[in-house]
Structure formats: structure tokens, C-alpha cells
């Protein structure tokens, strides 16, 4: 269960490690969560139809204290340093995604100061995750990257937003190019992404 806001001049809530540490409209101090997430990507590949390829699996975002204890001003720098999850496309089978270090572009964002309702105190504060993953097709023999950012957005109560959801905005259009020939034309087209976060992994 978690419970009403503290005091906007309390101390910053010890990390949060299960489910009772979970505080409504609480700053947390920073740490590492390791979290399951589940994914639903709608993607079209060249040369097969468009589909939603649901993935299953986890992340790792490491977080920042917050720039303030209190919930309405403050703000979060936030990193994935961890993508690993699986679907399967009944075009062309397995998919394996994961964060794409390779390109030099780090994945990460921030949850923003202020809150979604200006004028409400307790209300969700907006988080911006700017990710560079990439996608194995093994069927297909190629794994494809996004040199642009996929944005995921998520409206969060508390922190980590366990039990929470996102994605990207409506009119998403992430291009898609191989790994073997990045500057190519590209090979797919990343087109919306949902979110769902879970628990802490057993073994985090």
C-alpha cells in the first residue's frame, strides 16, 4: 500500500528496495533499479506487414538524487544502463532488444520539475526517456538500430513508477537501419511503443 505525500521539507526517502518503501509523491534518494518491463512495439519491416510484437524481460535505469525532496520541484537524471527483452513476430520470429551503446549516444532523460496538473501539487510528475536500443532479427539475420531517439514518456506517482505505463506519443516514426550497413536506407520503421513497469527482478 503506499501512503500519502510527506512533508514538502522532509528528507529525500530512503531507495526504495520493495513494494511497502513505495511512498505517493515522494522524492527518493538515487539508486539502481532493476525492474521487469513489458513492452508492446508496433514496428513494420521491410517487406512484411505491419504487427505488435509484445516483449517481455527487464531494465536497469539508474537514477540520480533528485534535485530537491519535494515532489512538486524537484527533478531526476536518469540513465537505462540495461535493456534486455524478447518477443516473438509471427512474421519472421524471435526478437531480441537491447540498449545500443555503440553509436556513442547514451540512453537516458529525465523526470522533469513541475508536475502534469501545474496547479495541483499532488499530481504525476512527467518522466522522459530518450533510448538508442537496438533489435536482433535473428530469423532474418540482421539486427537493426535507431540513430534518432525513440522518446518514452511516462505520467509516475512515485519512485520507481512500479506499476506504471507509457510509451511514445501518438505520431511516432522511428526509422530503423541495419547494424551492417548503417548508412543505408532503412529496413524498418519503429512506429508506437507501450510500456508497462513491474516489481524489482528477484535477484536485484
Same mark, same amino acid.
Given at each position: ?14 531507495? #526504495? ?56 520541484e ?19 520470429? #524471435? ?53 534518432e ?11 520507481? #513508477? ?35 513497469i ?7
Open positions: 500500500m503506499l501512503s500519502q505525500k510527506q512533508s514538502s521539507t522532509a528528507t529525500l526517502a530512503p531507495n #526504495p528496495k520493495k513494494l511497502s518503501d513505495l511512498h505517493l509523491f515522494t522524492m527518493s534518494e538515487g539508486g539502481l533499479d532493476r525492474l521487469n518491463f513489458i513492452t508492446w512495439d508496433t514496428i513494420a519491416v521491410k517487406g512484411f506487414a505491419e504487427e505488435t510484437i509484445e516483449f517481455h524481460g527487464y531494465y536497469a535505469i539508474e537514477r540520480a538524487n533528485p534535485t530537491s525532496a519535494d515532489w512538486a524537484a527533478s531526476i537524471d536518469i540513465k537505462m544502463r540495461e535493456l534486455s527483452v524478447d518477443g516473438v513476430s509471427q512474421n519472421f520470429g #524471435p526478437i531480441h532488444a537491447s540498449v545500443n551503446d555503440s553509436i556513442g549516444k547514451e540512453s537516458g532523460g529525465q523526470v522533469r520539475p513541475g508536475t502534469v496538473y501545474p496547479d495541483v501539487a499532488d499530481s504525476p510528475k512527467l518522466c522522459q526517456m530518450y533510448g538508442y536500443m537496438q533489435f536482433e532479427l535473428s530469423a532474418l539475420g540482421m539486427t537493426v538500430f535507431n540513430k531517439p525513440i522518446l518514452l514518456e511516462h505520467k509516475i506517482t512515485h519512485v520507481p #513508477p512500479i506499476g506504471q505505463g507509457g510509451g511514445t506519443r501518438e505520431a511516432t516514426e522511428v526509422n530503423m537501419y541495419r547494424m551492417d550497413d548503417p548508412d543505408g536506407e532503412p529496413v524498418a520503421v519503429l512506429k508506437r511503443v507501450r510500456t508497462h513491474g516489481a524489482w527482478l528477484e535477484s536485484n
